[in-house]
């Protein structure tokens, strides 16, 4: 997770950065015939096309702001390329230290227990339910040196060490065609991810980092990395995963940050 500790209040996303979701879902539209389509599309009046609201007041403003940040999820999966890999960096480049950064302040970091720890598997699965951290240790390792993409602006680079999650979804029997992947933490946080995120090459349910046990501070027992997803998306201290073909929304998903968070 990657945004500092505040109090959202309830609406006030949408109506601060509207702006900036309409610029990421211009973005991403690529080829001619979508940068006219957005040009026409992503103004004010395009929103009130949309989404069929009068924008005279501020919850039809917030409405509208909300069905365009769902219809920039729909450009951003449809853009995904599966095949294409984010960058790789040297040991030179790596940032040290490497920041922390969550909702809730250092001092709070959740302790958890490696002896007693489980990790559940839930859902669209019909495979092994339980994990221990000896059993995922004991699976096919991998390491990336990604750069992790903060929402609030910055990046740093960082070495990670895991299974890769296609490998795990596998062998925990997930059914790859559903939707979506939902994960729960111990600090109380979730967030969900589409399928073809969970299953690219560098997508990580990462153990080590810079050849280490994953600290506490950077998402111990476990950390989802994707050098494809915006930091938010990249959860710690995961205890649950669960396949699924139902919208299962997120912490700050559900307070009005774009749900697909990549590229």
């Known amino acids: 997770m990657t945004i500092r500790k505040r109090t959202p209040q309830p609406g006030s996303f949408l109506a601060t950065h509207g702006e900036s979701i309409i610029r990421d879902a211009q973005r991403e539209l690529k080829s001619p015939a979508r940068r006219l389509f957005g040009q026409r599309l992503l103004t004010l009046g395009g929103i009130a096309l949309l989404s069929g609201c009068d924008l005279t007041n501020d919850k039809a403003v917030n409405t509208a702001l909300r069905r365009i940040s769902f219809f920039n999820d729909d450009v951003q999966a449809l853009l995904f390329d599966p095949n294409k ?15 922390f950064n969550a909702f809730y302040d250092i001092d709070d970091v959740p302790e958890v227990d490696a002896a007693t720890y489980r990790l559940q598997v839930g859902g669209l699965a019909r495979g092994k339910r339980v994990w221990t951290l000896d059993e995922l240790r ?46 729960r933490c111990a600090d109380n946080y979730w967030t969900s991810i589409d399928m073809p995120t969970a299953l690219h090459a560098q997508t ?17 027992p476990m950390k989802l990395r994707m050098p494809t997803k915006l930091g938010y998306k990249n959860p710690k201290h995961i205890v649950a995963i669960e396949i699924t073909n139902q919208y299962p929304g997120g912490y700050w998903e559900n307070q009005g940050y774009n749900w697909f968070g990549g590229s």
């Open 138 to 183: 004991a699976l096919p390792q991998e390491s990336q040196i990604t750069r992790h993409i903060c929402i609030e602006g910055w990046s740093a680079i960082g070495h990670w060490g895991g299974v890769r999650f296609s490998d795990f979804l596998r062998r925990a029997g997930a059914d790859t065609s559903a939707r979506y992947v939902s994960l």
């Open 204 to 220: 990580l349910l990462t153990l080590t980092y810079d050849n280490d046990v994953l600290p506490p501070k950077y998402g111990f």
């Open 85 to 99: 890999l984010a960058p790789t960096y040297p040991e030179s480049m790596i940032t040290r230290p490497f920041p």
